[in-house]
């Protein structure tokens, strides 16, 4: 009697087993590709699924086989997972031509038994650890949106931890604009950002009544798709666009798209990040509840200390300068007279340095200058509490852009030491700033560019140069 099928029951034992042992997908139809060459001695073997956006796999293949042309003796099994069809297991002859047999087709029946359910296993477990990752990831952007310091960042942080989730090319954010369309105002991406933050999607695209409806919109490839119109379509592929809602309120969408190429998301991703996207809008909304509650606190201690310096300090500074004024009229000497004369002056400087600080506490918080012109406009406003009055400011050409964060600091310097000169020196009632970019170096020679600093006043006394009709101080770098 033969001996030849107690190996061959050895060897289906142990594919079997081996099938079992890994949860990864993947790695499980790797094991059964591998297996059913091996058992049944064929030139070549690959597992093809029937839907490849179920799980993101289309074909399975045995190592250096791809490009191999195929013996046209072939042998197939389907794959079932429980009553759904997961594809076919397709076997190349053997070499040199050997037909498979009725015994070759048994074993691989068994084998896609034993692999329909290994692959419902993996399924699970895939599902679960997904699954899990999500929920660690919406609750880690609430955790950061109620908590740290950074909330500021919202959107970023929500676009950030969604891109990693997904293993997606970009986290962007789109919200919707005045006129009707909806603009980038947030993008996460490790490669280049160029050109995402500001694109818009117009009115009238046919995504658009979607996203502004708050639907979740899925794409297979965003450059193909004749519902996307943005300019950075063409760099991406597989795309989810979820909408951001809670509290019956649309805070805009979570864009997900991958690299062209990459493979389509899962139902299962879709339905995770859609879950995500929920919990990531209602935080957003605790989050901006949370800023509205420390705000409004802001506002109720700054009214507190304006009424304070209001009916103390500048209550008090005032009853001051009467008591120096009716001393100054006493007689005595001249010279205590000049004395006392130059106190009340200050003390009138004083209450309305005081006045003026009341009245910029009772306004809202100005949120942080942006920006070189900002940051100018920061100082001058500053200035005019000593001034008594606010410095003109005009500005020439592309400051915001051209002048780097080094070379601004050292312009605020100098503005910084020419108001303070200016509010030094007496009669002073009109002061003039000018902020531009220019090619022209000091020496009147054209080159790289550079940005001119010019401070004008209208007072007398040193510093700068003084021509008869006020005073200048010019300030130049080059870019």
Do not use: C, K
């Amino acid at each position: 009697m033969s001996t030849q099928p107690a190996p061959r029951l050895t060897r289906l034992l142990e594919a079997v087993l081996e099938v079992g042992t890994d949860l990864d997908l993947r790695g499980t139809l790797q094991h059964i590709v591998d297996g059913a060459a091996e058992l049944t001695g064929a030139s070549s073997a690959a597992l093809t699924t029937a839907d490849p956006a179920r799980d993101g796999l289309a074909e399975i293949r045995t190592p250096g086989r791809d490009g191999t042309p195929e013996p046209a003796d072939r042998l197939r099994m389907p794959i079932h997972v429980r009553d759904e069809e997961f594809g076919e297991l397709r076997l190349a002859g053997r070499p040199g031509g050997d037909p498979f047999t009725a015994e070759d087709e048994q074993l691989l029946r068994v084998l896609a038994t034993q692999a329909g359910i290994a692959i419902g296993n993996a399924r699970l477990y895939e599902a679960a650890r997904q699954r899990e990752r999500w929920i660690e990831g919406a609750a880690a952007v609430t955790n950061a949106l109620l908590t740290e310091d950074g909330a500021d960042d919202a959107l970023t942080t929500v676009a950030e931890r969604a891109r990693l989730l997904a293993g997606a090319s970009a986290g962007v954010i789109l919200q919707p604009t005045a006129e009707g369309g909806m603009e980038i105002v947030t993008a996460s991406t490790p490669e280049d950002p160029d050109g995402i933050v500001g694109a818009t999607i117009a009115p009238g695209s046919p995504v658009l009544e979607q996203l502004l409806g708050g639907q979740p919109v899925f794409i297979a490839d965003s450059a193909t798709d004749p519902r996307m119109t943005t300019h950075v379509r063409h760099r991406f592929g597989p795309s989810m666009m979820l909408p951001l809602r809670a509290d019956g309120r649309l805070i805009g969408t979570l864009a997900l798209p991958r690299r062209r190429g990459d493979r389509p998301y899962t139902a299962v991703e879709r339905l995770l990040a859609t879950q995500f996207a929920s919990q990531a809008a209602l935080a957003l909304v605790l989050a901006d509840a949370r800023r509205g509650r420390e705000r409004l606190a802001v506002y109720e201690d700054r009214d507190r200390i304006a009424r304070d310096l209001h009916d103390l300090v500048v209550q008090r500074l005032f009853a001051t300068g009467l008591m120096l004024e009716s001393t100054q009229r006493r007689p005595g000497a001249d010279d205590v007279r000049d004395i006392l004369g130059r106190a009340v002056d200050e003390l009138r400087s004083t209450v309305q340095e005081v006045r003026t600080t009341i009245l910029a506490l009772r306004q809202p918080p100005a949120g942080p200058p942006t920006g070189l012109r900002g940051r100018v406009l920061r100082e001058t406003a500053s200035a005019a509490a000593r001034l008594g009055f606010p410095p003109s400011t005009h500005f020439t050409g592309a400051v915001d852009t051209r002048v780097q964060d080094e070379v601004g600091d050292r312009l605020l310097t100098a503005l910084r030491r020419a108001l303070a000169d200016a509010a030094g020196r007496p009669d002073v009632t009109r002061v003039e700033v000018a902020v531009g970019t220019t090619a022209v170096s000091p020496d009147g020679r054209n080159g790289p560019g550079g940005v001119r600093l010019t401070v004008f006043d209208d007072g007398t006394g040193p510093g700068g140069e003084a021509d008869g009709e006020g005073t200048t101080v010019t300030w130049w770098s080059p870019l």
